[in-house]
Every structure is written in C-alpha cells, then in structure tokens.
C-alpha cells in the first residue's frame, strides 16, 4: 500500500509514553503511513528504547526544541501529508482514516486538528482547535468542556501540533515552523502564516485523541513555559500582523499583556513573564516578518472577523467553565 502520511514524533525524554503511543498506532485502521521519530537528545533511555523497537528515528544529538525536531522531520517525509504527534498521546483507531479523509476535502486545507480529550479526565475536553483573540491570547477551544460536545467539523484558527494533519508541500510556500519559537505557539504562528496565504484550517471531530498534556514541560505553568509563550507572543504578532493590523489591535494586545502579568504574578510567575516578553522585545528583530501583499488583503480581514469571534469564544467558555450556572444547566 503506497503510504499517504508521514507520522512525526517529536522526542525529548518521553519514553514514559512510548508504550502508550505506539501500541495505539498498531491498531490503526489505516495502514497508509510510516513513522518518522524525531529524538532530541534524550538521556533517559529513549534512544535504546527506539533502536531496540527498531523505529525509524533520525536521532539529533541535542535538544532543539519542538520546532527544531519537526522540521527535521518535514524535511525528511516524502509523502504528501505528515501527521505531528506528541509522544504523549494515545490515538483511537480510526485516526489516521478520519484525518487523511479531513484533509483530501480540498487542497485549500493546510491543517486539520483533531479532537484532543484529556487521557486523564476523559469527560474533559483538550483542545478542538487553537483559537487567536483580540487580546493577543492563544487558546484552546473546548478546554475543560465536557467531551461529549464539539462534534461538528468547523473552520478554526489553527490546529493544535499535538495532533494535526499538514499539507506537506504548502511548507515550502509559507515557510517552516519558527525555529526562534523552540515551544510553543509555533503551530498558531504557522497557521497564521497559512491564513495569510488563503489556506484553512478545520477540526475534525471523528479524529479523536487522547492527551497527556504537558508530557515535556512537565506541567501547565512552569518557569520555562511562561517565558517561551510570553517571548514567542511578541514574535507572532510581530512577524504575522502589518503595521496597519497591529495599530489596529494595540489597545487589546496591550491590555492583553497587563491582564497577563498579573494573572502569573499571582501565581508566582511575574518575573518570568515579564522576562519572557522583554526577551522577545530585545529580539524580535530578528524574526522573518511577512511580508505583505496587497493581494492578501481580505485574507486580514477574514483574521480580524476570526480575532473576534476567537475572543468571544474564549469569553464564553471562560464564563462556562468557571460559574456554576452552567453546571446547574447540564443537571436539568
């Protein structure tokens, strides 16, 4: 059977997850893919781990974070699409069918995201698609919502990297992923790009995923995770917005910034946000910002429409997840 994707598996330390993953994948009701490892300089045990399962790995011999690790691997794949998977996932077994059928709809498609349940609360949702605020916030739709909801396909904002579908040669047009990024929000910042460029992204809800969350960093809010996303934030407005749409969005970007200050100084992560942002102010030069075409002006229209509507969104579920009210509502 000619293979169709190539799944990567970016690395770091996972074997804990190894089996999990694996054992999920040889279950797969499509066989059309092969699997590509990404290691990034594991030192516990993975490497004879994926040597001694015999698993195709290219094995780097240092942490080059998730950004580093999965362009390896795009540039590595030959096949027209490639799957990114976190090690911390366990797949259901129509997977691979469901995204491959999500992405063939129509070659406008760049991504397809997958219905990401938490593995451990699995009444929970995950993530069904990355939303992108007027706030300058990321997030993920349906966190913390109950599982049984969010079973229509939709147009998003981007797909979530854990678990998501790329069309392999729409990279070679808008780029690869960030290195400058390492972590974290390098794939709404690729899906970005991708918006700019008059591609969608979808979410598929018969693609169903069970995830860790935080297999690498170890946990929700951690020192190191703080920073990365608060540099990396100054990094995707900066190179995705022209001078006119960030004018436009200063006062909630702003706004954005001091709510989040305050919200991880009260949870004794203020010093590393405010480091993290001011690295990415020192630095943002740096980044490839892109460039802008006339052309692409109604593509930046259709973001601002989906900035509001992403805003709204996260209002909304922010305001179901944390008042009773909807609690009681679901009982009756």
């Known amino acids: 059977m000619e293979k169709q994707v190539t799944i990567i598996i970016p690395n770091y330390n996972g074997l804990s997850f190894m089996e999990m993953c694996f054992s999920s994948l040889k279950k797969q009701t499509c066989k059309a893919f092969e699997i590509l490892v990404v290691d990034n300089g594991s030192s516990d045990g993975s490497v004879e781990w994926l040597r001694e399962n015999k698993i195709p790995t290219i094995f780097l011999p240092e942490n080059t974070g998730f950004t580093g690790a999965v362009n390896v691997g795009l540039r590595a794949a030959k096949t027209p699409y490639v799957i990114l998977l976190n090690n911390d996932v366990e797949v259901t077994p129509r997977y691979v069918e469901h995204m491959l059928r999500a992405i063939s709809r129509s070659k406008k498609i760049f991504s397809v995201s997958s219905k990401m349940i938490q593995l451990y609360h699995r009444e929970r949702m995950d993530d069904a698609g990355d939303l992108y605020t007027l706030l300058g916030w990321a997030a993920q739709r349906g966190v913390g919502q109950p599982s049984d909801g969010y079973n229509r396909p939709v147009r998003i904002f981007s797909a979530c990297a854990a678990a998501a579908i790329y069309r392999r040669e729409i990279f070679e047009e808008i780029g690869y992923f960030d290195e400058m990024h390492f ?150």
């Open 183 to 332: 972590a974290y929000l390098e794939d709404l910042d690729v899906g970005y790009r991708a918006k700019i460029a008059g591609y969608d992204s979808i979410y598929c809800p018969d693609a169903v995923v069970y995830h860790v969350g935080s297999g690498t960093s170890g946990s929700k809010y951690n020192s190191f995770k703080v920073r990365l996303a608060a540099r990396n934030n100054v990094y995707l407005n900066y190179k995705n917005m022209p001078l006119f749409q960030l004018l436009l969005n200063f006062p909630g970007i702003f706004t954005g910034i001091v709510i989040k200050y305050f919200f991880f100084k009260k949870r004794g992560f203020g010093k590393d946000y405010l480091e993290g942002f001011l690295e990415g102010v020192r630095t943002v030069h740096k980044c490839k910002k892109v460039e802008f075409r006339a052309e692409d002006v109604p593509n930046y229209a259709k973001i601002e429409l989906e900035l509001l509507a992403g805003t709204l969104v996260y209002v909304w579920e922010f305001a179901k997840r944390h008042t009773d009210v909807y609690s009681f509502l679901r009982k009756k």
